[in-house]
């Protein structure tokens, strides 16, 4: 799997925006960028992807640079449920079943402060 | 409804014995994994299995094995446990063209 670098660790005052990044050079071009999160003692969640073109939900943006060698996951209003590990992650959907398996890395921890 | 529900919670037994942690999903997903997150908070893919196929990562020892009844369920059973094991595992879901993974709350292993 391609790696992905992200901040070990990441601070935001509460309402306001974050801005995560996640530095992914040697993606391929049928990488898909997700992004999952982990809450203090909970399972991962997934909060958003996406392949070229910036993409919204509720829960977050995404903004994937040109060369698609980086990526910004932004939380508009960060509030104190939003402290937790982020995980910026590659998966290519076109290998065998094997590569549906998300590789996690190290992600950011983030830390709002009320 | 719990969309991927694990069962026990925690689980505290003795080196040696054999233990299994239950896994149900009620998203109609055909791809179930186990992860791994060690004291280091580190995650790590276990298994990932459908019903055509068993991805088995090869740093898992053979203690370790899915069982499958259905598509619905994948139950993870370990024999001889060590102290090592003692960890919490994830069981997530997944759809072939929905990309997003449904992960459950997990499970407390702890070998004493």
Not at chain 1, 10 to 25: G, R
Not at chain 1, 69 to 82: P, V
Not at chain 1, 85 to 90: E, P, R, T
Not at chain 2, 28 to 43: N, P, R
Request: charged share 20%; hydrophobic share 30%.
């Amino acid at each position: 799997d391609a790696k992905t670098t992200q901040p070990n660790s990441m601070e935001s005052n509460e309402e306001e925006p974050v801005h995560l990044p996640c530095n992914h050079s040697t993606i391929s071009g049928t990488d898909y960028i997700h992004w999952y999160r982990q809450l203090p003692s909970q399972g991962p969640e997934y909060v958003i992807h996406g392949l070229t073109s910036n993409v919204n939900n509720r829960m977050a943006s995404l903004a994937i640079a040109e060369d698609r060698k980086s990526s910004t996951l932004i939380l508009h209003r960060a509030t104190l449920r939003d402290a937790a590990v982020y995980y910026c992650i590659l998966r290519d959907p076109l290998m065998g079943a094997g590569s549906y398996q998300l590789t996690f890395g190290k992600g950011t921890k983030l830390s709002v402060i009320p | 409804d719990t969309a991927v529900s694990q069962t026990p919670k925690y689980l505290v037994t003795q080196m040696g014995n054999d233990k299994s942690i239950k896994c149900e999903q009620n998203l109609g997903h055909d791809t179930m994994y186990w992860y791994k997150q060690d004291s280091k908070k580190f995650l790590k893919i276990m298994f990932s299995y459908n019903n055509k196929e068993l991805i088995i990562n090869e740093t898992v020892p053979n203690r370790f094995s899915p069982k499958s009844p259905d598509k619905a369920h994948l139950n993870l059973h370990i024999n001889s446990l060590e102290l090592g094991d003692s960890a919490v595992y994830f069981c997530a879901s997944s759809q072939a063209v929905n990309y997003g993974y449904t992960f459950g709350s997990g499970t407390r292993l702890t070998v004493v």
